[in-house]
């Protein structure tokens, strides 16, 4: 995910290609989106209309879960740096907690069970 104000479909789709030709040889499938553009169809994916996020920050912080609300990054001097607004705690704990600013509470549950399904020994707090 990255934050660019340009809400353009073209410029999301060659952020998307470059980073997928930079990372053609890994096995796993990589999901890149525009946060400053989130707003535009998650009401018709999600039926539910969102304010335009602000920054990647004010994105990540509307992530389902606090252990999944976690981004790093590389900084300008070729540190990691992370934003982790709930902590690192639930991580890695192995815990999922709801982060209830914008999912519902069956969203939340949906996504839950296919977790602690694929992860049997996650501790999943109700909603």
């Known amino acids: 995910?990255?934050?660019d104000p340009?809400?353009?479909?073209?410029?999301?789709a060659a952020t998307q290609e470059k980073i997928a030709q930079q990372l053609?040889?890994?096995?796993?499938?990589?999901?890149v989106?525009?946060?400053?553009?989130?707003?535009?169809?998650?009401?018709?994916?999600?039926?539910?209309t969102i304010t335009p996020?602000?920054?990647?920050?004010?994105?990540i912080s509307t992530?389902?879960?606090t252990a999944t609300a976690l981004g790093v990054y590389i900084d300008e001097n070729a540190?990691?740096?992370a934003f982790a607004p709930y902590g690192?705690?639930?991580l890695f704990m192995g815990i999922v907690r709801p982060n209830k600013k914008l999912i519902t509470a069956a969203v939340y549950q949906a996504k839950a069970h296919k977790w602690q399904q694929k992860w049997p020994d996650l501790t999943v707090v109700d909603w």
């Open 6 to 12: 340009d809400l353009s479909v073209a410029k999301e």
């Open 33 to 48: 989106k525009n946060e400053a553009r989130v707003h535009l169809w998650y009401a018709q994916r999600f039926g539910k």
């Open 53 to 59: 996020y602000q920054s990647t920050e004010d994105a």
């Open 79 to 81: 540190r990691l740096q």
């Open 88 to 90: 690192l705690n639930d």
């Open 63 to 65: 992530w389902p879960t």
């Open 24 to 31: 053609a040889g890994n096995q796993y499938t990589i999901d």
């Open 1 to 3: 995910m990255y934050y």
